[in-house]
């Protein structure tokens, strides 16, 4: 009975483990490799590529400038309120990405909440690139500043004061100490915040549309495409899991490849050099 | 100088209070300059006041070197990594250091912005008992050739007795006595003070006698006599290196004489710490071999009038 019972879970893990990666095989499967490369040079997918890598590092170096210092500031203290923040934050995760898109639009659209003022400014936000921006900085945000709060929480407050008993002002504090701690951390973070915004569709569609060489990013030409030519949906898509591989390998590489390398200086300086 | 007390003194919060981590009232003033000051409204930040602090758990910065660590606050640390012992270091980080070079290091880190006062919280308790002593004796030259006005603050006696000319005693945020460490071994305040140096405090109630003497009865119906006066509910206080043991009660002049059952023997270097009933003996590890005391044996201890405080209960 424990046997029959064992044997179905395992097999259980199996068929889950086949059925996620299955259709990531499939990808690779239906068109020749060399095909897929190929299709990877239309300009549908060049046009793709460029405005997304654009609009991403755009967006990303954004959200880590400001959501930093903004984490720090969250994580540091303690007010009345601060669950209240940190539910605001959080909010954004659970909508689904059709409704930021049309929350984007009705507060940044020219007959949105701001659009009057950005019109006077001269500034026309929905649809171009500048819209891209912002929803992918919509999508980013919660997630970079949840984890990145969290990162600088567990950053041992006594070594802050140690830092400032020895003279050192807010800036330097945040600089020399905190953020080195809240490294591991807010790396992780930032590599989960940029495949999410990488990956955003919903409110990218809404509020920048599909324009090809100019809104249209890299998932928004995955669908253009998938009425069109086939192959260069494909290939975009083969895209994203080689990124995809090489994100999680890095997230699961770069702790425990610090963490060995400062055991290794352990062993090896601890044991002669102790005397002294 | 020192503060010693039970943990939940106050004596870390005076310490933050000093260093300007601690929200306080009232008025710190270094040198002619205030730090604090309520009634002025002057609260200058931690950044800005000359303090060298050596925390509790020593709070070395994980990522940064020895080297990065001292000249955290100040550049230029090479004279101070060789003055503590530290050059052969530098580049380790340290989690590689032992607890005595950890504490070297944060005490280096705290001195080298030429602080004009230096607070340690603790210095001694993140140590294992092998090490403490060693480290303490260290630490007092140490303390010394920084010549500085110092504050230690530490829950043992011994330590401060050790690293401080002047030791204050806080008991729930209050300061019960101030004195060189042989004052307060001579003359205790009160009981807590008393055993706050290791003596023993004995309950009783006293009673004067003839010849000038007071009489203590313990709740045991034991009689403790003291050159001392006091009436009513009062402690007797003795020290345990002031205590003779002996298997069978001696004629000699000692005026007390407590029997019991030996309860534990305790070497500790070339002393041995006997408990007897409500008394602790402390006598050399000769002196134990000649009597060959054991654990269970029956013993007496004496010990003089005239080496007997007593002090009143409260307080």
């Known amino acids: 009975m424990k046997h029959a019972f064992t044997a179905a879970a395992v097999a259980a893990a199996a068929l889950a483990l086949a059925f996620l990666v299955l ?12 095909d897929l490369i190929d299709a990877l040079g239309t300009p549908a997918a060049r046009d793709a590529l460029i405005v997304s890598i654009k609009t991403s590092a755009i967006a990303h170096a954004t959200v880590l400038l400001v959501g930093t210092p903004a984490a720090y500031a969250i994580g540091r203290s303690r007010f009345q309120g601060r669950t209240l923040v940190l539910s605001l934050i959080e909010l954004p995760l659970v909508l689904p990405p059709a409704v930021a898109g049309i929350a984007l639009l009705v507060t940044f659209g020219r007959l949105g909440l701001l659009g009057g003022t950005l019109d006077a400014l001269g500034i026309n936000v929905a649809f171009t690139q500048l819209a891209v921006i912002l929803a992918v900085v919509f999508v980013e945000t919660p997630l970079y500043l949840r984890a990145a709060i969290a990162s600088f929480e567990g950053v041992d407050g006594t070594l802050l004061e140690a830092a400032r008993t020895l003279g050192a002002r807010p800036f330097r504090v945040f600089a020399r100490v905190a953020l080195p701690l809240a490294g591991a951390g807010l790396g992780a973070a930032s590599a989960l915040a940029l495949a999410r915004g ?38 975009i898509g083969a895209l994203f899991v080689v990124f995809g591989v090489a994100l999680l390998l890095a997230l699961k590489l770069i702790p425990g490849w610090t963490r060995s390398i400062s055991l290794w200086t352990y062993r090896s300086a601890s044991s002669p050099s102790t005397s002294s | 100088m020192a503060l010693v007390g039970p943990s939940g003194a106050g004596k870390t919060t005076i ?74 270091l530098a580049d380790a980080k340290p989690r590689e250091l032992s607890g005595g070079e950890r504490q070297r290091v944060a005490l280096a880190r705290a001195l080298a912005p030429d602080p004009a006062v230096l607070l340690l919280d603790e210095p001694l308790s993140a140590l294992d008992a092998h090490t403490r002593g060693e480290v303490r004796n260290e630490l007092q030259l140490l303390l010394r050739e920084a010549d500085r006005p110092t504050l230690v603050v530490t829950h043992d006696f011994e330590d401060a007795a050790t690293l401080a000319g002047k030791v204050g005693v806080l008991v729930e945020g209050r300061l019960r006595q101030l004195g060189t460490p042989a004052e307060l071994v001579a003359s205790p305040a009160d009981p807590f003070v008393a055993s706050l140096t290791g ?74 710490r006997v408990r007897l009933g409500p008394i602790t003996a402390e006598i050399t590890k000769a002196s134990s071999d000649d009597l060959e005391l054991r654990v269970g044996d029956p013993a007496v201890a004496s010990f003089k009038a005239t080496a007997t405080r007593l002090l009143r209960q409260d307080a």
């Open chain 2, 199 to 272: 003596a023993n405090v004995i309950r009783g109630l006293a009673r004067p006698i003839i010849s000038g003497l007071t009489e203590l009865e313990l709740p045991t119906g034991e009689r403790i006599r003291s050159t001392d006066s006091a009436e009513g509910e009062a402690v007797a206080v003795v020290y345990p290196w002031e205590i003779t043991l002996s298997q069978t009660q001696p004629a000699d002049s000692a005026q007390n004489h407590i029997r019991g059952w030996i309860a534990s023997l305790v070497p500790i270097g070339n002393r041995v």
């Open chain 1, 23 to 34: 259709p990531v095989v499939a990808l690779f499967l239906r068109v020749p490799l060399g």
């Open chain 2, 15 to 88: 310490l933050r209070a000093l260093a300007g981590l601690h929200l306080a009232r009232g008025r710190i003033s270094v040198d002619g300059t205030d730090w604090l000051d309520s009634s002025r409204g002057i609260d200058v930040p931690a950044e800005e006041r000359s303090v060298g602090l050596v925390f509790q758990e020593y709070a070395l910065f994980p990522h940064l070197t020895v080297r990065k660590n001292v000249e955290f606050g100040r550049k230029g640390g090479a004279a101070l990594l060789e003055r503590f012992g530290l050059a052969k």
């Open chain 1, 198 to 235: 990488l990956g955003e569709f919903g409110a990218t569609l809404l509020f920048a549309g599909s324009l090809q060489g100019v809104t249209q990013t890299l998932p928004l030409a995955v669908y253009a495409q998938f009425e069109v030519n086939l192959d260069t949906a494909l290939a």
